[in-house]
Protein backbone atom coordinates (compact mmCIF):
# COMPACT_ATOMS: atom_id res chain seq x y z
CA UNK A 1 0.00 0.00 0.00
CA UNK A 2 1.85 3.13 -1.38
CA UNK A 3 0.81 6.66 1.06
CA UNK A 4 -0.21 9.93 -1.08
CA UNK A 5 -1.00 13.40 0.63
CA UNK A 6 -4.28 14.83 -0.89
CA UNK A 7 -4.32 18.49 -1.32
CA UNK A 8 -7.46 19.90 -3.40
CA UNK A 9 -6.64 23.78 -2.11
CA UNK A 10 -8.64 26.43 -3.62
CA UNK A 11 -11.47 27.50 -6.10
CA UNK A 12 -11.73 24.11 -8.12
CA UNK A 13 -9.08 22.48 -7.43
CA UNK A 14 -10.66 20.20 -4.76
CA UNK A 15 -13.35 20.15 -7.81
CA UNK A 16 -11.30 17.99 -9.64
CA UNK A 17 -9.13 16.19 -7.45
CA UNK A 18 -12.75 14.69 -6.37
CA UNK A 19 -13.31 13.38 -9.61
CA UNK A 20 -9.87 11.89 -9.80
CA UNK A 21 -9.75 10.00 -6.32
CA UNK A 22 -13.24 8.72 -7.56
CA UNK A 23 -11.70 7.53 -10.54
CA UNK A 24 -8.43 6.04 -8.51
CA UNK A 25 -10.79 3.82 -6.54
CA UNK A 26 -12.83 3.11 -9.37
CA UNK A 27 -9.51 1.10 -10.36
CA UNK A 28 -8.91 -0.27 -6.71
CA UNK A 29 -5.31 1.37 -6.52
CA UNK A 30 -3.50 0.12 -3.47
CA UNK A 31 -3.57 3.47 -2.21
CA UNK A 32 -4.04 4.47 1.88
CA UNK A 33 -4.91 8.58 1.12
CA UNK A 34 -4.23 11.14 3.41
CA UNK A 35 -5.96 14.27 3.32
CA UNK A 36 -3.69 17.39 3.93
CA UNK A 37 -4.52 21.46 3.26
CA UNK A 38 -2.28 24.31 1.72
CA UNK A 39 -3.22 27.30 -0.22
CA UNK A 40 -5.90 30.72 0.48
CA UNK A 41 -8.52 29.03 2.41
CA UNK A 42 -6.03 27.08 4.53
CA UNK A 43 -4.60 30.35 5.95
CA UNK A 44 -7.81 31.99 6.22
CA UNK A 45 -8.49 28.71 8.73
CA UNK A 46 -4.78 27.61 10.01
CA UNK A 47 -3.37 31.20 9.54
CA UNK A 48 -0.69 29.79 7.33
CA UNK A 49 -0.36 29.19 3.67
CA UNK A 50 1.20 25.73 4.00
CA UNK A 51 0.62 24.54 7.86
CA UNK A 52 3.90 22.66 9.45
CA UNK A 53 1.58 19.73 9.87
CA UNK A 54 1.14 19.85 5.99
CA UNK A 55 4.89 18.97 5.86
CA UNK A 56 4.75 16.31 7.85
CA UNK A 57 2.14 14.62 6.19
CA UNK A 58 4.00 14.53 2.45
CA UNK A 59 7.24 13.76 4.75
CA UNK A 60 5.20 10.52 5.85
CA UNK A 61 3.74 9.75 2.55
CA UNK A 62 4.99 8.40 -1.15
CA UNK A 63 4.27 11.50 -2.97
CA UNK A 64 0.79 13.81 -3.24
CA UNK A 65 -1.85 14.12 -5.74
CA UNK A 66 -2.56 18.06 -5.65
CA UNK A 67 -5.20 20.48 -7.07
CA UNK A 68 -4.69 23.96 -7.62
CA UNK A 69 -4.36 27.00 -5.21
CA UNK A 70 -5.02 30.59 -5.16
CA UNK A 71 -2.28 33.30 -4.54
CA UNK A 72 -3.46 36.23 -2.62
CA UNK A 73 -4.81 38.94 -5.01
CA UNK A 74 -2.66 42.09 -2.82
CA UNK A 75 0.67 42.30 -2.59
CA UNK A 76 1.23 40.73 1.12
CA UNK A 77 4.68 40.96 2.08
CA UNK A 78 6.82 37.98 2.92
CA UNK A 79 4.83 36.27 0.90
CA UNK A 80 6.29 33.40 -1.19
CA UNK A 81 3.92 30.89 -3.00
CA UNK A 82 3.64 27.61 -1.27
CA UNK A 83 3.93 25.25 -4.24
CA UNK A 84 7.09 26.92 -4.64
CA UNK A 85 8.09 26.05 -0.88
CA UNK A 86 7.12 22.55 -1.81
CA UNK A 87 8.96 22.36 -5.05
CA UNK A 88 11.95 24.01 -3.35
CA UNK A 89 11.59 22.07 0.10
CA UNK A 90 11.09 19.13 -1.55
CA UNK A 91 13.98 19.40 -4.17
CA UNK A 92 11.34 18.69 -7.05
CA UNK A 93 13.54 18.85 -9.45
CA UNK A 94 12.08 17.86 -12.68
CA UNK A 95 8.55 19.52 -13.71
CA UNK A 96 7.41 16.51 -16.14
CA UNK A 97 4.21 18.43 -18.66
CA UNK A 98 3.12 16.10 -20.94
CA UNK A 99 0.99 17.45 -24.11
CA UNK A 100 -1.14 15.11 -26.32
CA UNK A 101 -4.16 15.44 -28.42
CA UNK A 102 -6.69 12.95 -26.77
CA UNK A 103 -9.58 13.23 -29.83
CA UNK A 104 -8.80 14.67 -33.29
CA UNK A 105 -11.89 17.16 -32.77
CA UNK A 106 -10.11 18.23 -29.52
CA UNK A 107 -7.42 20.66 -29.73
CA UNK A 108 -5.94 22.47 -32.92
CA UNK A 109 -2.51 20.05 -33.56
CA UNK A 110 -1.89 16.77 -33.74
CA UNK A 111 0.98 17.03 -30.66
CA UNK A 112 2.25 14.58 -28.53
CA UNK A 113 4.89 16.28 -26.91
CA UNK A 114 6.32 16.04 -23.42
CA UNK A 115 8.24 19.07 -21.73
CA UNK A 116 10.74 18.53 -18.87
CA UNK A 117 11.00 21.73 -17.84
CA UNK A 118 13.78 23.09 -14.62
CA UNK A 119 11.84 23.02 -11.20
CA UNK A 120 14.09 24.75 -8.43
CA UNK A 121 16.04 27.44 -10.31
CA UNK A 122 16.60 29.52 -13.29
CA UNK A 123 13.60 32.89 -13.18
CA UNK A 124 12.05 31.55 -10.53
CA UNK A 125 14.39 32.46 -7.39
CA UNK A 126 12.62 34.63 -5.91
CA UNK A 127 15.90 37.04 -6.14
CA UNK A 128 14.64 40.49 -6.85
CA UNK A 129 16.35 43.02 -5.25
CA UNK A 130 15.74 46.83 -5.70
CA UNK A 131 17.75 49.20 -8.08
CA UNK A 132 18.27 52.78 -8.73
CA UNK A 133 14.93 53.28 -10.37
CA UNK A 134 13.75 49.39 -10.91
CA UNK A 135 14.24 45.74 -9.51
CA UNK A 136 16.88 43.09 -10.23
CA UNK A 137 16.23 39.73 -10.47
CA UNK A 138 19.08 37.34 -10.00
CA UNK A 139 18.57 34.30 -12.48
CA UNK A 140 20.38 31.11 -11.29
CA UNK A 141 21.42 28.63 -13.99
CA UNK A 142 23.82 25.80 -12.30
CA UNK A 143 25.24 22.85 -14.02
CA UNK A 144 24.28 20.49 -11.11
CA UNK A 145 20.52 21.55 -12.01
CA UNK A 146 21.09 21.10 -16.13
CA UNK A 147 22.79 17.93 -15.10
CA UNK A 148 19.94 15.91 -13.73
CA UNK A 149 17.41 17.45 -15.48
CA UNK A 150 18.81 16.02 -18.59
CA UNK A 151 19.43 12.96 -17.37
CA UNK A 152 15.91 12.56 -16.04
CA UNK A 153 14.93 13.47 -19.47
CA UNK A 154 16.84 10.80 -21.43
CA UNK A 155 16.02 8.44 -18.69
CA UNK A 156 11.91 9.45 -19.17
CA UNK A 157 12.64 9.10 -23.10
CA UNK A 158 13.86 5.65 -22.69
CA UNK A 159 10.83 4.70 -20.74
CA UNK A 160 8.41 5.74 -22.85
CA UNK A 161 10.55 4.24 -26.15
CA UNK A 162 10.90 8.36 -27.30
CA UNK A 163 13.79 8.24 -29.49
CA UNK A 164 14.38 12.25 -30.41
CA UNK A 165 15.08 14.73 -27.44
CA UNK A 166 15.38 19.07 -28.04
CA UNK A 167 16.85 20.50 -25.93
CA UNK A 168 15.20 24.32 -25.72
CA UNK A 169 17.51 27.77 -25.11
CA UNK A 170 18.04 31.43 -25.79
CA UNK A 171 21.80 30.72 -25.55
CA UNK A 172 23.12 33.24 -28.46
CA UNK A 173 21.79 35.94 -26.05
CA UNK A 174 22.18 34.27 -22.52
CA UNK A 175 25.51 33.14 -23.93
CA UNK A 176 27.24 32.23 -20.40
CA UNK A 177 24.21 30.44 -18.47
CA UNK A 178 22.22 29.42 -21.48
CA UNK A 179 25.26 27.92 -22.98
CA UNK A 180 26.10 26.02 -19.62
CA UNK A 181 22.36 24.48 -20.60
CA UNK A 182 23.40 23.75 -23.59
CA UNK A 183 26.95 22.26 -23.54
CA UNK A 184 25.49 20.10 -20.59
CA UNK A 185 22.72 18.70 -22.56
CA UNK A 186 24.80 17.92 -25.18
CA UNK A 187 27.90 16.29 -23.09
CA UNK A 188 25.14 14.04 -21.34
CA UNK A 189 23.54 13.12 -24.69
CA UNK A 190 26.52 11.39 -26.35
CA UNK A 191 26.48 8.01 -26.36
CA UNK A 192 22.89 7.63 -25.06
CA UNK A 193 21.33 6.62 -28.09
CA UNK A 194 18.89 9.27 -28.71
CA UNK A 195 18.66 11.54 -31.08
CA UNK A 196 19.84 15.08 -29.91
CA UNK A 197 18.79 18.26 -31.39
CA UNK A 198 18.21 22.15 -30.05
CA UNK A 199 16.25 24.99 -30.42
CA UNK A 200 15.88 29.15 -29.86
CA UNK A 201 13.04 28.81 -27.51
CA UNK A 202 11.22 31.88 -29.04
CA UNK A 203 11.31 29.49 -32.42
CA UNK A 204 10.20 26.48 -30.39
CA UNK A 205 6.91 28.80 -29.64
CA UNK A 206 6.52 29.30 -33.32
CA UNK A 207 7.72 25.24 -33.82
CA UNK A 208 5.03 24.03 -31.93
CA UNK A 209 2.35 25.62 -34.05
CA UNK A 210 4.24 25.09 -37.25
CA UNK A 211 6.01 21.59 -36.58
CA UNK A 212 3.99 20.10 -34.16
CA UNK A 213 5.43 16.27 -35.40
CA UNK A 214 9.08 17.07 -35.35
CA UNK A 215 8.60 17.69 -30.99
CA UNK A 216 8.23 14.70 -29.02
CA UNK A 217 10.52 16.00 -26.27
CA UNK A 218 11.28 18.77 -24.89
CA UNK A 219 14.52 19.65 -21.90
CA UNK A 220 13.74 23.44 -20.88
CA UNK A 221 14.99 25.70 -18.30
CA UNK A 222 12.25 27.04 -15.56
CA UNK A 223 10.44 30.26 -17.12
CA UNK A 224 10.80 28.95 -20.78
CA UNK A 225 9.30 25.46 -20.11
CA UNK A 226 5.81 27.22 -17.52
CA UNK A 227 5.60 29.49 -20.92
CA UNK A 228 5.65 26.15 -23.59
CA UNK A 229 3.58 24.21 -21.58
CA UNK A 230 1.13 26.28 -21.25
CA UNK A 231 0.87 27.13 -25.18
CA UNK A 232 1.54 22.91 -25.57
CA UNK A 233 -1.78 22.79 -23.66
CA UNK A 234 -3.79 25.30 -25.35
CA UNK A 235 -2.81 23.06 -28.96
CA UNK A 236 -4.43 20.11 -27.05
CA UNK A 237 -7.48 21.70 -25.76
CA UNK A 238 -7.02 23.57 -23.29
CA UNK A 239 -5.38 24.29 -19.28
CA UNK A 240 -8.17 21.94 -18.54
CA UNK A 241 -6.74 19.04 -20.47
CA UNK A 242 -3.04 19.61 -19.13
CA UNK A 243 -1.90 16.98 -16.36
CA UNK A 244 1.71 17.58 -14.82
CA UNK A 245 4.51 15.77 -11.87
CA UNK A 246 7.19 17.50 -10.15
CA UNK A 247 9.32 14.88 -9.32
CA UNK A 248 12.08 14.39 -6.84
CA UNK A 249 14.65 11.41 -5.82
CA UNK A 250 13.17 11.61 -2.45
CA UNK A 251 9.08 12.84 -3.60
CA UNK A 252 6.76 13.70 -6.17
CA UNK A 253 3.68 15.54 -6.72
CA UNK A 254 1.23 15.51 -9.11
CA UNK A 255 -1.29 18.28 -10.50
CA UNK A 256 -3.31 19.75 -13.62
CA UNK A 257 -1.20 22.55 -15.06
CA UNK A 258 -4.05 24.86 -14.60
CA UNK A 259 -5.04 27.02 -11.48
CA UNK A 260 -7.59 27.76 -9.27
CA UNK A 261 -10.07 29.47 -11.95
CA UNK A 262 -11.95 31.42 -9.58
CA UNK A 263 -14.18 32.20 -12.77
CA UNK A 264 -15.58 29.14 -12.49
CA UNK A 265 -15.61 27.97 -9.04
CA UNK A 266 -18.40 26.22 -7.49
CA UNK A 267 -20.21 26.14 -10.53
CA UNK A 268 -19.78 22.51 -11.02
CA UNK A 269 -18.40 22.81 -14.65
CA UNK A 270 -14.56 22.19 -14.42
CA UNK A 271 -12.51 19.85 -16.87
CA UNK A 272 -11.34 16.96 -14.39
CA UNK A 273 -9.17 15.44 -16.97
CA UNK A 274 -5.85 17.38 -15.91
CA UNK A 275 -6.54 15.89 -12.46
CA UNK A 276 -7.39 12.59 -13.83
CA UNK A 277 -4.47 12.11 -16.34
CA UNK A 278 -2.20 13.55 -13.56
CA UNK A 279 -3.48 10.91 -10.74
CA UNK A 280 -2.40 8.64 -13.95
CA UNK A 281 1.13 10.33 -14.03
CA UNK A 282 0.76 9.29 -10.35
CA UNK A 283 -0.12 5.66 -10.55
CA UNK A 284 2.78 5.19 -13.55
CA UNK A 285 5.46 7.00 -10.83
CA UNK A 286 4.47 4.43 -8.28
CA UNK A 287 4.79 1.62 -10.27
CA UNK A 288 1.46 0.81 -11.57
CA UNK A 289 1.30 1.94 -14.74
CA UNK A 290 -1.05 -0.54 -15.95
CA UNK A 291 -4.22 1.41 -13.60
CA UNK A 292 -2.81 4.93 -15.22
CA UNK A 293 -3.10 3.21 -18.69
CA UNK A 294 -6.36 2.30 -17.55
CA UNK A 295 -7.08 6.10 -16.56
CA UNK A 296 -5.77 7.07 -19.40
CA UNK A 297 -8.15 4.81 -21.74
CA UNK A 298 -11.18 5.85 -19.90
CA UNK A 299 -10.48 9.46 -20.71
CA UNK A 300 -10.20 8.78 -24.31
CA UNK A 301 -13.27 6.75 -24.61
CA UNK A 302 -15.52 9.11 -22.63
CA UNK A 303 -13.88 11.87 -25.20
CA UNK A 304 -14.35 9.53 -28.21
CA UNK A 305 -18.38 9.01 -26.96
CA UNK A 306 -18.90 12.62 -27.25
CA UNK A 307 -19.36 13.72 -23.50
CA UNK A 308 -17.11 16.96 -23.18
CA UNK A 309 -17.00 19.72 -21.02
CA UNK A 310 -17.76 23.34 -21.84
CA UNK A 311 -14.11 24.20 -22.27
CA UNK A 312 -14.32 21.57 -24.61
CA UNK A 313 -17.58 22.67 -26.38
CA UNK A 314 -19.43 20.43 -24.84
CA UNK A 315 -22.04 20.93 -22.20
CA UNK A 316 -21.51 18.25 -19.47
CA UNK A 317 -20.71 18.91 -16.09
CA UNK A 318 -17.65 17.79 -13.78
CA UNK A 319 -20.24 15.40 -12.46
CA UNK A 320 -21.57 13.94 -16.03
CA UNK A 321 -18.43 13.57 -16.85
CA UNK A 322 -16.45 11.99 -13.92
CA UNK A 323 -19.59 9.71 -14.00
CA UNK A 324 -18.96 8.77 -18.15
CA UNK A 325 -15.40 7.95 -17.23
CA UNK A 326 -16.29 5.61 -14.11
CA UNK A 327 -18.65 4.35 -16.53
CA UNK A 328 -15.53 3.35 -19.02
CA UNK A 329 -13.60 1.91 -15.81
CA UNK A 330 -16.29 -0.30 -15.53
CA UNK A 331 -16.29 -1.64 -18.91
P1 LIG B 1 -6.36 29.33 -14.32
O1 LIG B 1 -5.65 28.17 -14.90
O2 LIG B 1 -6.93 29.15 -12.98
O3 LIG B 1 -7.54 29.78 -15.31
C1 LIG B 1 -7.29 30.25 -16.64
C2 LIG B 1 -8.55 30.06 -17.49
O4 LIG B 1 -8.70 28.68 -17.78
C3 LIG B 1 -9.82 30.49 -16.76
O5 LIG B 1 -10.71 31.07 -17.68
C4 LIG B 1 -10.38 29.19 -16.24
O6 LIG B 1 -11.78 29.17 -16.10
C5 LIG B 1 -9.94 28.19 -17.30
N1 LIG B 1 -9.69 26.87 -16.70
C6 LIG B 1 -8.64 26.51 -15.93
N2 LIG B 1 -8.76 25.24 -15.55
C7 LIG B 1 -9.91 24.78 -16.08
C8 LIG B 1 -10.60 23.53 -16.03
N3 LIG B 1 -10.10 22.49 -15.34
N4 LIG B 1 -11.77 23.41 -16.68
C9 LIG B 1 -12.27 24.46 -17.39
N5 LIG B 1 -11.68 25.65 -17.47
C10 LIG B 1 -10.51 25.82 -16.83
O7 LIG B 1 -5.32 30.56 -14.33
P2 LIG B 1 -5.51 32.04 -13.76
O8 LIG B 1 -6.89 32.53 -13.99
O9 LIG B 1 -4.37 32.77 -14.34
O10 LIG B 1 -5.25 31.95 -12.20
C11 LIG B 1 -6.28 31.80 -11.24
C12 LIG B 1 -5.63 31.58 -9.88
O11 LIG B 1 -4.93 30.32 -9.88
C13 LIG B 1 -4.61 32.64 -9.51
O12 LIG B 1 -4.73 32.92 -8.13
C14 LIG B 1 -3.28 31.97 -9.82
O13 LIG B 1 -2.24 32.49 -9.03
C15 LIG B 1 -3.58 30.53 -9.45
N6 LIG B 1 -2.74 29.54 -10.14
C16 LIG B 1 -2.39 28.44 -9.41
C17 LIG B 1 -1.66 27.42 -9.98
C18 LIG B 1 -1.37 26.24 -9.16
O14 LIG B 1 -1.89 26.08 -8.08
N7 LIG B 1 -0.52 25.35 -9.62
C19 LIG B 1 -1.25 27.47 -11.39
C20 LIG B 1 -1.72 28.64 -12.10
C21 LIG B 1 -2.44 29.63 -11.48
MG1 LIG C 1 2.00 28.15 -15.68
Known amino acids: MRRVAVIGGDGIGPEVISSAIRTLEAVG ?20 YLPERTIQTMEATDCCLFGAITSPSTAIAGYRSPLLEVRKRFDLYANVRPSKRLNPRIGLVDLD ?12 TGLESDIEGGVSLQRIVTERACRRLVRFSIDLCKK ?35 EAND ?28 ILSDEAAALVGGMGFAPSGNIGERYALFEPVHGSAPDIAGQGIANPIGAILSAAMMLDHLGIKRLGDELR ?10 TLTRDAGGDASTEKFTEAVLANLER
Not at 161 to 169: E, K, L, N, P, W
Not at 297 to 306: H, N, P, Y
Open 113 to 124: LVIVRENTEGMY
Open 29 to 48: APLELVPAEMGLRCNSINGS
Open 297 to 306: GAVESTLAQG
Open 160 to 194: KGTRSITCVHKANVLRRSDGLFKRIFYEELEGSGL
Open 199 to 226: ILVDAAAAALVSKPKDLHCMVTLNLYGD
